[in-house]
């Protein structure tokens, strides 16, 4: 009789049927958890990597994008799911990371939005010097220039500002249950932009970094770059499995070793006299595997403005993005 009972438990739990997860939009980058790739190409503003984080509850997106393509993507991935969209995280200010906050907002408007509180400064700042100097570059456009249409764009986007601020911001890290689903936040004050966010999702084991790891190279633009260098110390510490940048292709921990060497590589060798082009080459060689083949020409002209302009710059201009890390 035992004998009985025990093959129809059995049977209960093999024969029930199983529903198969739906698939993830995007390329996987583990279970439940999947990359929309921003583009990043020369001559065009570059949007940055989504990550899309499936909890029981609906849909964790870490970052909006840029252009309204990109955020499409987004809205499509969750409207085909089935699941509402219930937390957007922006791992920084910059434009390529938050401009999709307001399409996404409009189309939910019940999503909490989390983020650095960052965005506020930059937009009496910052991006308020970056909207003068696009009014003005617009005010000398010919009629009809194409150039000029791309810039009206972002200029609109600067001026949707209050709309891209969080309903949640955060100026510190810790543990979070979202939509159903744990996850750790890290925050970082004085690296790349004055309040970069990092999340790892314990159960994937993975890292979404945001800018504080890109490819082909980094971005210093507003970057206190000793500070970022502390920073992924403490990246490293993170017990992630795959790390997935701002921009660029996600990688393992032997991937982000290379990355920090490189640049701590970098910062020396602009540290030393020398030709710039030495620098640039020797990170291409020291980050080699990490930057696609296509990206080549990109990551020169990167780092052909970043060395002269910012990281051989007067120790002032350096010092600039700084003053919060302390
Ligand atoms: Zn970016």
């Known amino acids: 009789m035992r004998g009985l009972l025990a093959i129809a438990l059995s049977c209960l739990a093999a024969c029930a049927p199983v529903r198969a997860p739906a698939p993830l939009p995007g390329e996987p980058v583990a279970a439940d958890v999947a990359l929309l790739r921003g583009r990043f190409v020369p001559g065009a503003q570059p949007d940055g990597n989504t990550v899309l984080l499936r909890a029981p509850a609906g849909w964790i997106v870490v970052d909006s994008g840029r252009h309204p393509e990109h955020t499409a993507r987004i809205l ?19 434009m390529d990371h938050v401009a999709g906050n ?27 010097d970056y909207a003068r100097q696009l009014d003005a570059m617009l005010a000398g456009a010919a009629p009809g220039d194409a150039q000029a249409q791309a810039l009206r764009a972002e200029r ?35 690296a790349v ?38 920073a ?18 996600p990688m393992d921990r032997a991937g982000f070793a290379r990355y920090w060497r490189a640049f701590d590589r970098l910062l020396e060798c602009a540290a030393r006299d020398g ?7 020797a990170w291409l060689r020291d980050a080699d595997g990490l930057i696609a083949a296509g990206d080549l020409a ?25 003053r919060s890390a302390g």
């Not at 991935?77 to 920084?92: D, E, F, I």
């Not at 001026?159 to 955060?170: K, S």
């Not at 966010?197 to 082909?216: H, I, K, N, Q, R």
């Open 76 to 94: 499509e991935s969750v409207r085909a799911s089935g699941l509402p969209l219930r937390v957007v995280l922006n791992t920084h200010w910059h």
């Open 102 to 128: 307001a399409m996404l907002r409009a189309a939910h408007p019940r999503a909490q939005v989390w983020a650095s509180p960052e965005l506020g400064r930059a937009l009496d700042g910052f991006l308020a």
């Open 156 to 190: 609109a986007r600067i001026a949707a500002g209050p709309r891209l601020l969080p309903t949640h911001p955060l100026t510190a890290g810790g543990a979070h249950a979202w939509a159903g689903r744990r996850i750790v936040l890290g925050v970082e004050t004085g």
């Open 193 to 230: 932009s004055g309040g970069d966010v990092w999340l790892f999702d314990p159960a994937s084991g993975v890292l979404v970094a945001g800018d504080l790891v890109t490819l082909p190279a980094p971005l210093f633009d507003t970057a206190c770059a000793e500070g970022w260098r502390a």
């Open 232 to 249: 992924l110390a403490r990246l490293e510490a993170v017990p992630f499995t795959t790390l997935v940048p701002g921009h660029g292709a």
């Open 275 to 281: 030709a710039a082009a030495g620098c640039r080459e």
């Open 298 to 322: 990109l990551a020169r002209s990167l780092l052909d403005h970043y060395l002269p302009h910012v990281l051989r710059a007067p120790s002032e201009r350096r010092a600039r993005h700084c």
